[in-house]
């Protein structure tokens, strides 16, 4: 009986406890309520504040580029070019920033307009930017272009000097690399950042040699494949233009470099003093032309001036090691060190196909030098006319590229420089895709067209390799560790924070 009225005098003394202490609990958790909300009020004010603060002071130099190939992001290559520089530049994109690049790209182009705010960050006030939209104000379009002479239209990207006496016209292909396969097209990388420092090299330069691709012949052009060539050659400060030798009757004065890409024809006999002239003046040729039963033997009387023939037998490799499967005739060439080339660029090669052999000719002379550029393996063989019936003995290293200097005309005032040619006798060297993929390729390619310029010595090194286009498909072995991922973030994070708040929430109703 007593244990009970103890029992009970304790309820009482509890009770009453409670209900004195429960005013003072219901004062406490509004105040931690308050608190808790003017707490988030506070910190979301402040973040605020201070990000108007950085935005104001600092804008976009706290900006991050997040894209996994970095397509918004200058290279040190552009960011010297710019800290070179001491010329202003005007860049005028033809549309709104918005609107770029407009509806008829063929690749997302929308980081174009944060690329070019680097190049302004990084021009030490040289570099000018605008938006001008032509539909709202045509009048932009004869400031730029008042003799119509370079066809400009909206959603184009001009690049000029400041009082646009030298200006370059990009075009949204211009910054995509594309290749095509069985009449469908497909997009290997962007070229933005090449494409427009390359334009910047070209105006902000004081000499502006011109180098011509010859036609007339079944020539390709850059935009069969080889887009990166007319880069290259921009990059080191060559404007590039057309010229058809067949019914030329001298070649221009200012041309400095004549590119002949894939002919399907000879030179005409009357074409061959043409280009002799030329090039005993000190002036360039460079030669692509990919195996072919067809003769050139007019070309060859060009090329022998500095002891070099294009052959029509085709080189075939036969170490297992440097064979590409899945492409025909394909292998990956050797570079070996030439004036070119300098060997101590480690590569693994260049891929080549259809690769022509170059020899040199008989015209052995003192002030001719030659080179080779590139080579098969010592295990590589001859195909004689391209018939595989007719193999050479494997065991040889025979020559897919060669290099000639003639300085048989240098006489100090009228010939100050030795004339150059380079034959390269596959024209996957300067392929798209094959620069994209191979360094050994766009190595070479660089080498050729940089050595053979007059202002080489003055460009620095402006290679610019084109930003890969990111895949962001999931291989099958891997799709089940990304689900298992997206379920993890879906649902278990999730209802192990809900669990976790009823545990504190319970924990707090008790205090």
Do not use: C
């Amino acid at each position: 009986m007593t244990d009970d009225k103890t029992k009970a005098v304790k309820q009482a003394k509890t009770k009453n406890k409670n209900k004195k202490n429960g005013p003072h609990r219901d004062r406490r958790n509004k105040t931690l309520k308050r608190t808790a909300i003017l707490s988030v009020v506070v910190l979301i004010a402040i973040v605020i504040a201070v990000n108007l603060i950085l935005h104001q002071t600092l804008g976009a130099k706290l900006q991050f580029d997040w894209t996994p190939n970095k397509v918004q992001t200058l290279s040190d290559v552009s960011k010297n070019l710019l800290k070179q520089n001491d010329k202003d530049i005007k860049v005028t994109v033809l549309s709104s920033r918005d609107t770029f690049p407009g509806p008829y790209s063929q690749g997302d182009l929308t980081f174009v307009p944060n690329l070019l705010d680097e190049y302004k960050d990084a021009s030490n006030g040289h570099l000018e930017v605008s938006y001008v939209d032509p539909v709202e104000n045509p009048a932009i379009l004869d400031t730029l272009d008042p003799n119509k002479v370079h066809n400009i239209q909206r959603y184009q990207v001009v690049v000029s000097n400041d009082d646009y006496s030298k200006l370059k016209v990009l075009k949204s292909s211009d910054f995509l690399a594309i290749q095509s396969q069985q009449q469908q097209l497909y997009l290997t990388g962007y070229t933005a950042e090449e494409a427009i420092s390359s334009a910047i090299q070209l105006v902000t330069s004081d000499v502006t040699p011109v180098a011509y691709f010859i036609e007339g012949h079944g020539e390709s052009t850059t935009e069969d494949g080889f887009k990166m060539l007319g880069l290259l050659l921009e990059q080191n400060r060559y404007y590039v233009d057309k010229l058809d030798t067949r019914t030329a009757t001298a070649i221009p004065d200012d041309a400095e470099l004549l590119v002949l890409l894939e002919p399907k024809q000879d030179l005409s006999e009357e074409e061959v003093p043409l280009l002799v002239d030329f090039l005993m003046k000190g002036r360039n040729l460079l030669v692509v032309r990919s195996f072919s039963t067809t003769e050139f033997t007019n070309l060859n009387k060009v090329l022998a001036e500095f002891n070099l023939k294009l052959t029509n037998n085709r080189v075939q490799e036969t170490n297992q090691d440097k064979v590409v499967q899945y492409y025909d005739n394909a292998f990956l060439a050797e570079i070996p060190s030439s004036p070119i080339f300098d060997q101590s660029a480690e590569t693994a090669g260049a891929l080549v196909a259809d690769a022509a052999q170059i020899v040199t000719a008989d015209n052995a002379k003192d002030w001719i030098e030659t080179s080779s550029v590139l080579q098969s393996s010592a295990e590589g063989v001859l195909e004689l006319g391209g018939d595989k019936d007719k193999r050479s003995q494997s065991g040889s290293v025979l020559s897919i590229g060669m290099y000639g200097k003639n300085r048989g005309r240098v006489d100090g005032s009228n010939v100050t420089e030795p004339a150059e040619v380079t034959v390269i006798g596959s024209s996957w060297i300067f392929s798209d895709s094959a620069m994209m993929n191979f360094p050994g390729n766009y190595l070479l390619a660089n080498g050729s067209v940089s050595t053979m310029s007059n202002t080489a010595d003055q460009t620095g090194d402006l290679m610019i390799k084109p930003s890969p286009v990111v895949s962001y498909y999931l291989p099958t072995r891997s799709q089940n560790v990304y689900q298992l991922l997206s379920w993890t973030f879906l649902l278990f994070i999730p209802v192990a924070l809900l669990i976790t708040a009823l545990v504190i929430y319970r924990r707090r109703r008790k205090l």
